[in-house]
C-alpha cells in the first residue's frame, strides 16, 4: 500500500476462543490493510452499497470506490467533511464518520477489484404475487 | 401452488435433496451447487433465512461472502418474485410501472450458492431448531427471520376483506395498481382520500411522498382534484418543513394536511371515513393502518415488544427473547427508520455478527452504518434524509451521529441519485 497512513498504533485487545474472554490489551503496530479487513469496517464499507454497489462496483454514473487510490478517498472525505467541496448528501456520511473509519474505508475500497456490477432484469409481475 | 412454483420447488428441492426431508440436507450437495467449491469450503453449519425482501436477501448473500461459502444459507419465501417497495409510489405518480420494479430470484441464488426453498412456514419450533413449513422442514444452527411487517385490521375489522375497494398499497404489488386504477379511472374534482397510521410505520416518509406522486398526476391530468391526508400523528413524521414546503409551492390548495385525525370508522360503499373530529368521503380511499411484525415472528415468539415489534441486540440482531433467533429489517423494535437502505444495514451487521459467532470469534461491539433515505416530491425531483447511525455502549441502542440531516431543497439532480440508488441497491441485494 502507498498511503501515507498505512501504519496505526492502535490498542488491541486479544480475544481468547470464548466470546466472554476479552482480556488483556496491548499496544501494537498494525497495517491499515489488516485493520481494514475487520467486521467493523467490512460492514461499514458495505453500507455504502445502497448507492455505491457492491464492495464499491457502483453503477448509474455513482463514484466507483473499487480500487481507488486511498489518498483520494480520503482527501475526498475529508473535503466533504469540513464543507470545501460541494456536495448534495455525502457531507452529511463524511460528518458522521471519524477519521480513523475515513483511513480504514480508503485502506478497504483501494484493495477491492473493480469489476462490473451486475443489474437483475425486470420482470413482468406474476398474477400469482399478492 | 402454481405449477411454475412447484416446478421450480422441485428442481430446488432436487439439488438440495430437500426431499428427503430436514436431515436429508447434505453439506456436500449444497457447495456442490453454490459455485464456491473450487475453494475448499469446510461447513461449519446451516443458517436458515425466513423472507427474501431487502433484509432477509442482503443477510444471505453477505453470510455466504463473509464466510467464503463456509456457511449453507437456505431462503424460505413464499413469493416468487421481489417487488420493490422503494420507487413503488413512482407508481401512482404515473412515472414507474410494476414491472419495472419486478424481479426474479434467480442471480442471487445462483451467485452465493443460496439454498432456495419456495415455501411457507407454518410453525417454528425453536427448542428444536426446526422450522416447519406447508411442505417440508429444516433445522438449522442459526435462525435469522426477516418477516417485514403485517396489516393490522383490529381496529377497522370491515376492512381486512375489502381491500379490493380500500387498498393500503403499503406492499408492492397488486394493490399499488389497482390503487393507480382507481386514480385513473377518478374523475376530475374527485377526492383522494389517505390515511397515516401512527409511527412507527414501514417507511416514515412514504404516505407524504405518496401524497406528492398523486398530487403529480393530478396536477397534469385532473387539476379541480382534492388530496386529504388523514394523519393519526400529531405531525408529518419526516422531512417535515420539505414536504409542507413542497405541498405549498408545487401543488397549491391541493393537498389538505389534517394532522392529529385517528380513523374510527369506514363505509366500504360510500368510502366514507369517520375520525374523531370529522367524516370525509373519497373517490378513492387509501387507508394505510397499522403495522406490526411479519406471522413468522410471532411463529417464533420473538415479538416482545408491545406483541407487536421484536427486541433485538443491535451487535448481533439476536432476539431478546429466543436464542439463536436473530430479526432485522421492519420488523424489529427500534428507534431506527424502517427503511429498505436501514434493512440491508442491519441484514449485513446480523450477517456479519453470525459469521464470527459460528466462527468463534467475537463479533464487532460497535457497529456504524450509514442511512440514506430519497423522498420523489415530482416524476423526477427528489430530497433526501441522510445520517450515519452508531453504535452506543451505555444505552444499547443505535445513535444518530452528527451530521444528519436533510436537503435544503428538492432537485432533478438528487432525482438522478435516487434512481442511482435503486439501481445500485437492487444490484447490490439482488444479483
Same mark, same amino acid.
Given at each position: ?130 | ?60 448473500? +453477505?453470510? *455466504?461472502?463473509?464466510?467464503?461459502? %463456509? ?6 419465501? !413464499? $413469493?416468487?418474485?421481489? &417487488? ?123 404516505? +407524504?411522498? *405518496?401524497?406528492?406522486?398523486?398530487? %403529480? ?6 387539476? !379541480? $382534484?382534492?388530496?386529504? &391526508? ?202
Amino acid at each position: 500500500m502507498k498511503n501515507y497512513f498505512s501504519w496505526f498504533l492502535v490498542l488491541i485487545l486479544t480475544t481468547s476462543v470464548g466470546l466472554s474472554n476479552i482480556g488483556n490489551a496491548a499496544e501494537v503496530l498494525v497495517s491499515t490493510d489488516t485493520l481494514s479487513n475487520t467486521p467493523h469496517i467490512r460492514t461499514l464499507a458495505a453500507s455504502c452499497a445502497a448507492c455505491h454497489g457492491s464492495n464499491g462496483n457502483a453503477l448509474h454514473g455513482n463514484a466507483v470506490l473499487a480500487g481507488m487510490e486511498g489518498g483520494q478517498f480520503t482527501a475526498a472525505m475529508l473535503a466533504f467533511k469540513d464543507g470545501s467541496r460541494p456536495a448534495t448528501v455525502m457531507h452529511r456520511h463524511a460528518k458522521g464518520l471519524n477519521i480513523d473509519e475515513i483511513n480504514l474505508l480508503a485502506a478497504y475500497f483501494s484493495q477491492q477489484k473493480p469489476m462490473s456490477s451486475q443489474q437483475p432484469k425486470p420482470q413482468t409481475l406474476k398474477a400469482s404475487h399478492d | 401452488m402454481t405449477s411454475f412454483q412447484r416446478r421450480t420447488f422441485i428442481k430446488n428441492s432436487i439439488k438440495t435433496g430437500l426431499v428427503l426431508g430436514a436431515t436429508g440436507l447434505a453439506p456436500s450437495v449444497l457447495t456442490a451447487c453454490s459455485g464456491l467449491n473450487k475453494q475448499s469450503t469446510k461447513n461449519i453449519g446451516r443458517v436458515v433465512v425466513i423472507g427474501g425482501g431487502y433484509a432477509g436477501l442482503t443477510a444471505a448473500k +453477505y453470510m *455466504r461472502m463473509w464466510s467464503a461459502g %463456509n456457511i449453507e444459507v437456505v431462503v424460505i419465501e !413464499k $413469493s416468487s418474485q421481489f &417487488v420493490s417497495c422503494p420507487l413503488s409510489n413512482l407508481v401512482l405518480g404515473g412515472s414507474k410501472n410494476i414491472n419495472d420494479l419486478t424481479f426474479g430470484y434467480d442471480l442471487a441464488q445462483k451467485n452465493h450458492g443460496i439454498t432456495w426453498v419456495s415455501d411457507e412456514v407454518t410453525a417454528i419450533d425453536a427448542a428444536n431448531k426446526t422450522v416447519v413449513m406447508k411442505r417440508d422442514k429444516l433445522t438449522y444452527d442459526r435462525l435469522i427471520i426477516a418477516p417485514g411487517v403485517d396489516m393490522m385490521y383490529d381496529a377497522l375489522p370491515n376492512l381486512e376483506a375489502a381491500q379490493q375497494e380500500v387498498p393500503h398499497a403499503w406492499k408492492a404489488g397488486w394493490q399499488t395498481v389497482n390503487l393507480r386504477k382507481q386514480l385513473e379511472a377518478m374523475p376530475d374534482g374527485g377526492v383522494f382520500v389517505m390515511s397515516v397510521p401512527r409511527a412507527p410505520y414501514r417507511c416514515p416518509p412514504g404516505p +407524504y411522498e *405518496r401524497a406528492c406522486q398523486v398530487a %403529480n398526476y393530478l396536477k397534469a391530468h385532473k387539476p !379541480k $382534484s382534492k388530496i386529504i &391526508v388523514l394523519d393519526a400523528n400529531a405531525e408529518i413524521t419526516s422531512k417535515k418543513g420539505l414536504f409542507t414546503k413542497v405541498w405549498a409551492d408545487m401543488y397549491p390548495s391541493m393537498v389538505d394536511y389534517r394532522p392529529n385525525n385517528i380513523i374510527a370508522e369506514v363505509d366500504i360503499k360510500t368510502k366514507t371515513v369517520k375520525t374523531d373530529f370529522e367524516t370525509v368521503t373519497a373517490n378513492v380511499l387509501n387507508i394505510i393502518p397499522p403495522q406490526r411484525a411479519g406471522r413468522p415472528a410471532r411463529l417464533a415468539s420473538v415479538d416482545n415488544a408491545d406483541k407487536r415489534w421484536c427486541e433485538v441486540s443491535f451487535i448481533t440482531y439476536e432476539s431478546t427473547a429466543v436464542p439463536n433467533v436473530h430479526v432485522i429489517g421492519d420488523a424489529i423494535d427500534s428507534n431506527l427508520p424502517k427503511s429498505a437502505h436501514m434493512a440491508t444495514n442491519q441484514a449485513r451487521i446480523c450477517a456479519s455478527a453470525v459469521v464470527e459467532l459460528m466462527s468463534n470469534r467475537a463479533p464487532d461491539p460497535a457497529p456504524v452504518f450509514a442511512n440514506t433515505c430519497y423522498s420523489f416530491v415530482s416524476d423526477k425531483e427528489a430530497m433526501h434524509v441522510a445520517t450515519v447511525y452508531r453504535y452506543d455502549a451505555n444505552k444499547k441502542i443505535m445513535m444518530a451521529a452528527e451530521g444528519g440531516g436533510v436537503s435544503r431543497k428538492p432537485s432533478v439532480q438528487e432525482g438522478n441519485y435516487a434512481q442511482a440508488w435503486a439501481a445500485n441497491i437492487w444490484s447490490d441485494v439482488l444479483t
